[in-house]
């Protein structure tokens, strides 16, 4: 169901970047979706946007060995 959702959602993420002020827009979605290599993550990679960490309670997490608090927050940019 995840994999569905996500083929479906990219078009539509890429659209909201195509048209936001400075190719910025905000997709909120449950952590699921963001993993594995059919997540949004890795779809978006492979479509040749630009994905960048912004957590700032991750980084001192990843450093303890922790896994960021059990969250993920990532920024999806149009490359270049």
Do not use: F, T
Request: glycine residues 16%.
């Amino acid at each position: 169901l995840n994999v569905e959702r996500n083929r479906a959602w990219m078009p539509q993420v890429e659209a909201l970047l195509a048209r936001g002020r400075d190719n910025d827009a905000l997709v909120v979605v449950g952590a699921l979706h963001l993993l594995g290599p059919d997540g949004l993550v890795a779809q978006a990679k492979a479509r040749g946007l630009r994905v960048e960490r912004v957590c700032g309670a991750c980084a001192p997490a990843k450093k303890r060995g922790g896994s960021g608090g059990g969250h993920q927050h990532d920024a999806v940019q149009r490359a270049g």
